[in-house]
């Protein structure tokens, strides 16, 4: 089977004022930066690409462009077919704190025609970005008044602009990346009917798919009583919780951040049972199960029976010759293996 042939090509423009956090928050979700890192980096020069592999055969085209002036002129003259055409997704980054907010608006507005014009099907985010600078009290009311005036600008676009108040220091950034990317994800319902099915086979409460280098969640399945878990950003607040430990791990072991995997992690308590585990080459799989060793266990064992066919969906580095046919062992299979037997064998 060759993944590559399906691979879906996405490209996403990156735009904003010089200094609005755009290389910030690119820096943090997908290349390992923490926080207070990112006042090291300096501004971008024209266009900087990325290209960033994701579950369900996503190829993210990247361009982080420069806001000076000067750049953002260029792009929309010289360069304005060659950066404004086969557009999937315009992620515009608002400063909050920005003293000309008229003049963002007016740069936003000459931005959407020339995506209006090049690539009408576009989507365009905009996010509102430093909102840890407002007061709490404040951003809510802000952010509201904030969309109103983008909103009248998006000419073209008024009715699908979806906006996301962020900050690179919260989970936030997390919540809006979450949806940028599942808009993007081109079979992502193909996913979730394999989740919803591998959910009923283990009677998991929720499972949560997690792409292994950003920690973004891919999707989930919730079942049951869990619809009403009052924590609604947990999705995101497990993102940022992985990446800090990611984080943590590279800086104790010295391994590079974007090394930094952990085989399982397991939580066992009186009432649920948690743990996380690697699904395929790119995802991790979180489930939420009721308190009980068996369940856990065939658990287990029915997500590694499961590998091979969320396999067929991601996109490998690996030549992944025969593996629909003939399941390959790694070092951590052995080891679900060797509790398979066991299961099969009645110990557990
Ligand atoms: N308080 C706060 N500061 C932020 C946040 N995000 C980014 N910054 C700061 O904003 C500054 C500029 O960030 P950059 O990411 O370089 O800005 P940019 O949009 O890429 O700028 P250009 O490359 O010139 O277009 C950095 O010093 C960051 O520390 C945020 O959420 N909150
Ligand atoms: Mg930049």
Redesign the pocket.
């Known amino acids: 089977m060759n993944s590559g042939k399906r691979q879906k090509q996405r490209k996403v423009l990156l735009m904003?004022?010089?200094?609005?956090?755009?290389?910030?928050?690119r820096s943090i979700v997908f290349s390992n930066y923490v926080a207070k890192d990112?006042?090291r980096?300096?501004?971008?020069i024209d266009v900087e690409h990325s290209n960033i592999k994701f579950m369900g055969n996503l190829m993210l085209n990247l361009w982080?462009?420069?806001?000076?002036d000067g750049f953002m002129e260029n792009y929309l003259t010289h360069q304005r077919e060659h950066v404004f055409s086969n557009v999937a997704v315009l992620i515009f980054?608002f400063d909050v704190e920005s003293r000309e907010f008229q003049s963002d608006l007016v740069d936003y507005s000459y931005i959407v025609q020339a995506l209006g014009e090049c690539s009408p099907q576009a989507k365009i985010f905009c996010l509102i970005?430093?909102?840890?600078?407002v007061t709490a009290r404040l951003r809510l009311p802000l952010f509201e008044e904030r969309i109103e005036f983008i909103r009248g600008s998006s000419e073209g676009f008024k009715d699908s602009v979806d906006f996301f108040a962020?900050?690179?220091?919260d989970q936030s950034?997390y919540k809006a990346w979450t949806q940028i990317i599942y808009y993007l994800i081109p079979n992502a319902s193909t996913i979730e009917s394999l989740l919803q099915q591998l959910a009923e086979v283990i009677d998991a409460r929720e499972l949560i798919l997690y792409e292994r280098t950003t920690c973004l969640m891919v999707t989930h399945v919730t079942r049951g009583l869990e619809g009403q878990n009052p924590f609604t950003d947990r999705f995101e607040r497990i993102s940022s919780i992985l990446k800090t430990h990611k984080q943590s791990m590279a800086r104790h072991t010295g391994i590079p951040a974007g090394s930094a995997n952990f085989a399982e992690m397991q939580i066992k308590t009186s009432r649920f049972m948690f743990f996380i585990t690697r699904l395929t080459e790119n995802t991790n799989l979180a489930a939420s199960i009721p308190p009980s060793e068996q369940v856990f266990n065939a658990a287990r064992v029915n997500i590694l029976l499961a590998r091979h066919r969320f396999a067929e969906l991601d996109i490998s580095n690996k030549p992944r010759a025969g593996l629909s046919h003939a399941y390959q062992r790694t070092s951590d299979d052995k080891e679900l293996a060797d509790i398979a037997a066991g299961y099969v064998g009645g110990k557990a």
Do not use: N
């Open positions: 904003g004022k010089s200094g609005a956090g755009k290389s910030s928050m990112v006042r980096l300096g501004a971008t982080d462009c420069g806001g000076q980054v970005h430093k909102m840890d600078l962020t900050s690179i220091w950034l």
